[in-house]
């Protein structure tokens, strides 16, 4: 049996992320694991889209498809900008789309 040193644990909560810190990561998790929430995403890495259209090529209704990003902008997953009266949603940064491929490639797919 292996047994931590004194030393690795004093040291430990140096490493580890704090209380608030754990919260949101657990919240991020959290966020991708609702399936329509990753093929919303999944359709938002390749293009920019508005409610309309991500209603469509997900088969959902408005109303749910506006409350999923609701989530998604709380943790600034995703970021919106106006067009005249439509509003475009794209991931807020690349590394979502890593952070999917990287479950992907986990996966085997």
């Given at each position: 049996?292996?047994?931590?040193?004194?030393?690795?644990?004093?040291?430990?909560?140096?490493?580890?992320?704090?209380?608030?810190?754990?919260?949101?990561?657990?919240?991020?998790?959290?966020?991708?694991?609702?399936?329509?929430?990753?093929?919303?995403?999944?359709?938002?890495?390749?293009?920019?889209?508005?409610?309309?259209?991500?209603?469509?090529?997900?088969?959902?209704?408005?109303?749910?498809?506006?409350h999923q990003l609701r989530l998604l902008r709380d943790l600034d997953v995703?970021?919106?900008?106006?067009?005249?009266?439509?509003?475009?949603?794209?991931?807020?940064?690349?590394?979502?789309?890593?952070?999917?491929?990287?479950?992907?490639?986990?996966?085997?797919?």
């Amino acid at each position: 049996m292996i047994v931590a040193t004194a030393k690795v644990l004093n040291d430990m909560d140096c490493y580890l992320p704090d209380d608030d810190s754990v919260k949101r990561i657990a919240r991020f998790f959290a966020l991708l694991s609702d399936p329509s929430r990753v093929k919303l995403l999944s359709a938002l890495t390749i293009s920019p889209l508005c409610v309309t259209d991500i209603a469509a090529i997900l088969n959902m209704n408005q109303t749910t498809v506006s409350h999923q990003l609701r989530l998604l902008r709380d943790l600034d997953v995703v970021s919106c900008e106006r067009q005249g009266k439509i509003l475009k949603y794209r991931i807020a940064n690349p590394k979502i789309n890593e952070i999917l491929l990287v479950g992907v490639e986990y996966l085997g797919y």
